[in-house]
């Protein structure tokens, strides 16, 4: 299991930054973070201090983001690849 710290801010927009390692287990904790959220309100996720990610967890970042629900910022190379990989499954 991997260790996740998530703070929350709100600029213009409610910012979520992760800290740690997304995975599996600790990915849903965040989709309730998100979902909580109130409805049409711009969620980013800064990814500057993720350290890892498994790829259920990239997964999960893809379908948020292709859903126009969340904005990925600091988003690691290896995340976008993994998640480009997704898209064409």
Request: proline share 2%.
């Amino acid at each position: 299991m991997a260790l996740l710290k998530i703070l929350r801010t709100t600029e213009l927009s409610v910012v979520f930054t992760l800290i740690g390692g997304l995975d599996a287990d600790n990915v849903s904790e965040l989709c309730h973070l998100i979902d909580a959220e109130p409805a049409g309100a711009l969620v980013v996720l800064d990814l500057a201090d993720l350290v890892l990610a498994d790829r259920d967890a990239v997964r999960k970042l893809l379908d948020c983001e292709t859903a126009d629900r969340v904005v990925l910022r600091n988003c690691p190379a290896y995340v976008r690849v993994w998640m480009t990989a997704g898209e064409n499954d």
